[in-house]
T-cell receptor, first 113, second 116 residues
């Protein structure tokens, strides 16, 4: 039982490049979310999903796309990276019965030059 | 609009003493609160929670107190240990009063350092 896994651990991008941050969970959780952590800002919700095929925007969705084709996977796509997207990204999942108790992945540190 | 606020960026305590981390909120509809702990290069992990029907919840060395009238909660760690050194986030379900779907609103975090 690996919990929530994220790849890559670290990535450097140039402005304008695109990439996909991968997230997978093996706990059969319905709910999945993406957060970004910036100094002095805590964690802010980017996008979330309540099940396969259903996604919605969070607090800071601009510049990011998501899709959820399976219960296990919830990738986050940066379409055209900007320096303002330099951050640490966390994927999280939770069950419908204990939805507030989020299980987080180890994070992806992204640097956009 | 920061609905959950942790106004102390950092706290330093001696091993064996009490650590008190504070959190304030502005949304009176919040009815459930959580504390998460985060070590460097790891994701946050759930630590303890409290429902608004209680004013205290205890789990070993960790106790969370809730003062609804002041919209304030605090996390007490007694006794503090060097392994408690981490960033602590308080959080509340985003859809206050409704179904959160797992979405959380986080405070800015407090860096706790426990010195041996």
């Amino acid at each position: 039982n690996a919990g929530v896994t994220q790849t890559p651990k670290f990535q450097v991008l140039k402005t304008g490049q695109s990439m996909t941050l991968q997230c997978a969970q093996d706990m059969n959780h319905e709910y999945m979310s993406w957060y970004r952590q910036d100094p002095g800002m805590g964690l802010r919700l980017i996008h979330y999903s309540v099940g396969a095929g259903i996604t919605d925007q969070g607090e800071v969705p601009n510049g990011y796309n998501v899709s959820r084709s399976t219960t296990e996977d919830f990738p986050l796509r940066l379409l055209s990276a900007a320096p303002s997207q330099t951050s640490v990204y966390f994927c999280a999942s939770s069950s419908t019965t204990r939805q507030e108790t989020q299980y987080f992945g180890p994070g992806t540190r992204l640097l956009v030059l | 609009d920061q609905q959950v606020k942790q106004n102390s960026p950092s706290l330093s305590v001696q091993e064996g003493r009490i650590s008190i981390l504070n959190c304030d909120y502005t949304n009176s509809m919040f009815d459930y609160f959580l504390w998460y702990k985060k070590y460097p290069a790891e994701g946050p992990t759930f630590l303890i929670s409290i429902s608004s029907i209680k004013d205290k919840n205890e789990d070993g060395r960790f106790t969370v107190f809730l003062n609804k009238s002041a919209k304030h909660l605090s996390l007490h760690i007694v006794p503090s240990q060097p392994g408690d050194s981490a960033v602590y986030f308080c959080a509340a379900p985003t859809n206050a009063g409704g179904t959160s779907y797992g979405k959380l609103t986080f405070g800015q975090g407090t860096i706790l350092t426990v010195h041996p």
